[in-house]
């Protein structure tokens, strides 16, 4: 384990409460804050906007965690929720089925690209990434190819909390002080163009990305090597968009060498890029399965799945094991409620905000590139309605570790001041609106990250910290 670095101590977020803090342990906190911290306290919300403590109305910028894609308070998921909750409130699926799950699994297969025409349904992103894995891991037990196991993630990727799935994650400080299944996992660059080495063309970045796979399977073997796990863009690694062949390429050398491609839509799934799912319509890829979690309820209700192949479920069914065990399910898989919001949200977004994500993300990728313009902002990037503000310390260098690590929540900090919740990671913001958003609230947006970024500049001069201008 490596020694973290110390983080620069940034002043801590609106905190309008008194007194202790709640005996809540919350997510990500550092070892000296924990079960002692409070967070800011929101109190309502309506549309894309939430209300704090004080009656504040804020942007959502992030929709919650990528997650609030038809918007806060929509009368027409809360009702599927309460009449769902009503007729039939919890299903065993270990013995029973139910009709809301039954049909979600339906209208999710007749949209899921190529054969992708199963379903296993759990309680969000973490637990559908952890089951396509354990399903890998099964399918090759039962074919007889038990040492056909390791799987191959990215650096900079996300894709989740459980012990395996978070053995995946590229983030190099998000294992400084945790155990992973790193005997499990190799790790490929990630497909970052902004970070490509210095005086490289992007062909030649993909070239060199699609080859460094190519050496890792010749290197541990195909019969070794059981999936490639990838978001199509890496979301909370901050909106990273590949070059345009790559995923196409990945996909191909994964055919040819027998490696499953799972695709983690728990990000661009529902609509985020303007499609039910982004790895065929936007991407071109054929995945044999698709991890999704968040926007389908709208972050309403807990809910996440796979899409599995007819093909995977074949060569299971086909086997000469047949009376193996998959012993995997969560109490809450395919929960009533959940599958009920579900097939509402469905609805919702093929009801014309689809429509609205492909019509206005060119508008809202034009309105933040516009912040280039700062000294501070070293690249605006994005695709659909996710983009993401990347601060760096000098332009040239591109060198985020000389800066403030914390000049996310600096901005952060300032747009609350003026009506806007930012994502801040680290040297980032990370902007994922809800997807009804017009014209006139991504003016707004714009317009408070404008402001935002040029009083923490001000801040990191004054400081001595920064000499960007
Ligand atoms: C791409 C991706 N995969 C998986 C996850 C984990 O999802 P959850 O937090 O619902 O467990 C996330 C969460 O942000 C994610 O962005």
């Not at 997510?27 to 967070?39: D, L, V």
Request: hydrophobic content about 40%; glycine content about 8%.
């Amino acid at each position: 384990m490596a020694v973290q670095k110390k983080p620069v101590v940034v002043e801590e977020l609106r905190n309008d409460r008194e007194g202790a803090p709640a005996p809540l342990i919350q997510p990500w906190p550092s070892s000296g804050s924990m079960g002692a911290e409070t967070r800011g306290l929101l109190t309502g919300s309506d549309g894309i906007y939430v209300r704090d403590a004080e009656g504040r109305e804020l942007i959502d910028g992030p929709a919650g965690m990528w997650c609030v894609n038809v918007g806060h308070r929509n009368e027409a998921l809360i009702s599927a929720m309460s009449e769902q909750a009503r007729d039939l409130t919890y299903n065993s699926p270990w013995y029973t089925t139910t009709s809301p799950a039954d049909r979600l699994a339906e209208e999710l297969a007749a949209r899921a690209p190529g054969d992708l025409d199963h379903v296993f349904f759990t309680t969000g992103g973490s637990s559908a990434v952890e089951t396509a894995l354990r399903l890998m891991q099964f399918a090759n037990n039962v074919r007889g190819r038990p040492e056909k196991k390791l799987i191959v993630s990215r650096q900079a990727g996300y894709h989740g909390s459980t012990y395996l799935s978070a053995s995946l994650n590229g983030r190099p400080r998000d294992h400084d002080w945790m155990d992973s299944a790193s005997h499990l996992v190799r790790k490929l660059t990630a497909p970052d163009p902004f970070r490509r080495p210095e005086g490289m063309d992007l062909e030649a970045f993909e070239d060199f990305l699609v080859e460094e796979f190519a050496a890792l399977i010749r290197k541990e073997g195909a019969d070794r090597i059981g999936a490639f796990v990838a978001e199509p863009v890496q979301a909370s690694g901050g909106v990273i968009v590949p070059p345009k062949g790559y995923l196409p390429r990945m996909a191909e050398l994964c055919r040819r060498n027998d490696i499953l491609y799972i695709s983690d839509e728990v990000v661009t799934a529902f609509g985020r890029l303007g499609s039910v799912f982004a790895s065929s319509d936007v991407f071109g890829i054929q995945p044999d399965m698709i991890t999704f979690a968040k926007g389908v309820t709208s972050g309403y209700f807990p809910l996440g799945g796979v899409m599995v192949s007819a093909a995977l479920l074949e060569s299971i069914r086909s086997s000469e094991h047949t009376d193996a065990m998959f012993s995997h399910g969560l109490t809450y898989s395919s929960h009533p409620i959940g599958c009920a919001v579900a097939l509402k949200n469905l609805e919702l977004l093929e009801d014309g905000i689809l429509d609205h994500v492909r019509e206005i993300s060119p508008y809202f990728l034009e309105s933040l590139k516009r912040l280039e313009k700062h000294d501070l902002v070293g690249e605006v990037r994005g695709m659909g309605l996710m983009a993401c503000i990347e601060c760096v310390a000098d332009r040239e260098g591109k060198n985020p570790l000389a800066l403030d690590l914390e000049v996310g929540k600096r901005i952060d900090r300032h747009a609350q001041e003026l009506g806007l919740l930012v994502r801040p990671l680290i040297n980032m913001c990370v902007m994922s609106p809800p997807l009804t958003i017009d014209r006139s609230q991504i003016d707004r947006m714009a317009d408070i990250l404008d402001q935002s970024i040029r009083s923490t500049m001000d801040d990191l001069t004054r400081e001595g910290l920064w000499k960007g201008r």
